[in-house]
């Protein structure tokens, strides 16, 4: 039986890959959902800042690392 957390790990680093490929390869038109409060708050450069997809918006937002909510919509789910 597969370690769960192995599971996680791998669906991770295909969700974070799938982002990567989403940024490089995302049409100019796709929807700028703008940066987290809190990614503002700490004044995180540009380098520092993670993509995040999100599904309801159909556009990335751009955040801290572990920050998992939409600052558009709230969408938790990516
Ligand atoms: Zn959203």
Redesign the pocket.
Known sequence: MPDLDEISRAEFDRAEQALETALNEAPPSFKD?GITPLAQQLGLTTEQLNGHW?S??Q?I?FGYTLETQ?P??G?RNG
């Open positions: 959902l999100c309801r918006c556009g937002w939409c558009a919509c969408n």
